[in-house]
């Protein structure tokens, strides 16, 4: 007997019919005699028509009003499933955020979850129950309704099984799995069956949009076995796997004699690039541009510092979140006399691509490799920034398929058959 939680995401949980697909899913592992936790999101699109309700009631919400609008979305479809589960002839019951409860920070709309009372939840289970947990929700001090940021049902399924200490956690999505990259812009994108907390972290954080990021970090801080599938489709790839396990370094190394260099390619054309022209080449110039920027909370990502001048002045560009380049500049203005810069350039057509994998950990020339496949293929690059793991290059964002396409060649990514043959 395992102790699992599976969690279901919107595309998952919209309409009745799906919520049957997901009650049949649920029954098969009490059949199999595990005791299960369920979390589930709320129906596609719900979310943001709740979002969308509090900005036409006023755009000056109140953020702990806005938790109590759109935290129901989930707790629509936990009763929907605990009703099927039901009809079927499982024991289930919905247990909301208070109930259990799953105490969070006061943060509204992007609260972060302190603990899970696992006592009750614990009995139901041990009793054969299936507990339906709505994701997403929890309760602030004050007994305030709390939501934890959009797409946060993902981490409240890791935060339920790390304080259960589940065996596993299997997030059930519309995609069969994790990719070496978006299988869109490349069809001979290859599905991995396993990929590690680090890898995922940056290929969640680098634009793989298949979990939230915080929920990578939660399952690697707690070291919970998190699995991504599909609720769609049943089949299993070549090696017998279905989905992608998401676990710890020393498993993959056991786990696959040929473990690839490079896991990943990744692209985001989430970031601005701004440059600051003939800033003073001395000790602190550069303290006196990112403190501000960090004071203002603005995170800032790519980092070049060019060669000084002979004119004593040296050229600094970075990256930041494209929501936040008109914040950004405004900050720049404001510190010109401290900072002593000449002019500010910014662009926002550009994109960063990625190459990610703890195979480069252990081999050089990853990045050498990275750069000539680029120029062969005559793609600029503006910026760079590494880490143990990772290689990322920003580009004019035209290029970004491009790019992809000769990277994951370059690595040896494609699939030996053609996707389509
Ligand atoms: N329903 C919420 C959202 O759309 C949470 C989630 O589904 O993860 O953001
Ligand atoms: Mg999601």
């Known amino acids: 007997m395992a102790r699992i939680v599976m969690k279901f995401g919107g595309t998952s949980m919209a309409g009745i019919e799906r919520i049957r697909n997901v009650a049949n899913r649920v029954k098969q592992e009490v059949d199999a005699g595990n005791q299960v936790a369920v979390v589930v999101s709320a129906m596609a699109g719900e979310t943001d028509r709740l979002v969308n309700f509090c900005r036409e009631a006023s755009p000056l919400y109140d953020p702990r009003e806005y938790d109590v609008v759109v935290a129901s979305g989930e707790q629509v479809t936990s009763g929907l499933l605990a009703i099927v589960l039901q009809s079927m002839g499982v024991n289930a019951r919905s247990w909301l955020g208070w109930q259990l409860p799953i ?3 006061d943060a509204h709309a992007s609260a972060r979850i302190a603990t899970i009372d696992t006592e009750a939840l614990g009995a139901a289970l041990a009793t054969g129950e299936v507990a ?22 993902d981490t409240s399924a890791v935060a339920v099984a790390a304080a259960m200490k589940a065996d596993r956690c299997d997030i059930y999505t519309d995609v069969d799995g994790v990719y070496t990259t978006d299988p869109r812009i490349v069809p001979r994108a290859r599905k991995l069956s396993r990929v590690t907390y680090e890898e995922m972290l940056e290929l969640a954080s680098v634009g793989a949009k298949v ?15 998190v699995r991504v599938l599909s609720s769609f489709d049943d089949s299993r790839d070549e090696d017998g796997y279905r989905g992608t396990l998401i676990v710890g370094d020393d ?19 989430n970031e601005a690039k701004v440059t600051l022209v003939a800033v003073p080449d001395r000790p602190g110039a550069v303290a006196t541009i990112f403190t501000p920027l960090a004071d203002a ?10 060669i000084a001048h002979e004119t004593g002045s040296t050229d600094v560009t970075f990256t930041v979140p494209k929501a936040e380049l008109t914040r950004a ?3 720049l203005e404001k510190q010109k006399p401290t900072i002593g810069f000449e002019r500010v350039l910014h662009a926002t057509n550009v994109c960063k691509v990625s190459v990610v994998g703890v195979g480069m950990r252990s081999h ?8 000539k496949a680029l120029a062969d293929r005559g793609i600029n690059i503006q910026a760079i ?18 790019a992809v396409r000769v990277l994951h060649t370059a690595y040896g990514l494609d699939a030996e058959e053609e996707a389509d043959a």
């Open 385 to 402: 920034t590494t880490s143990e793991i990772k290689v990322s290059v920003l580009i004019e964002d035209d290029y970004t398929e491009l």
């Open 251 to 269: 498993e993959i190394e056991e786990g696959s004699m040929e473990r690839q260099l490079i896991t990943g390619i990744a692209h985001d054309k």
């Open 132 to 153: 339906v947990i709505p994701g997403f929700q929890g309760m602030a001090d004050g007994d305030r309704i709390t939501t934890l940021g959009r797409g946060g049902s």
């Open 297 to 306: 909370s603005i995170n800032v990502d790519m980092i070049v510092q060019n």
């Open 211 to 225: 979990l939230q990021t915080r929920s990578v970090g939660l399952a690697m801080k707690e070291k919970v076995r």
């Open 364 to 371: 050089a020339g990853v990045a050498a490799t990275m750069f």
């Open 329 to 331: 500049l405004d900050v």
């Open 103 to 105: 105490r969070t920070s």
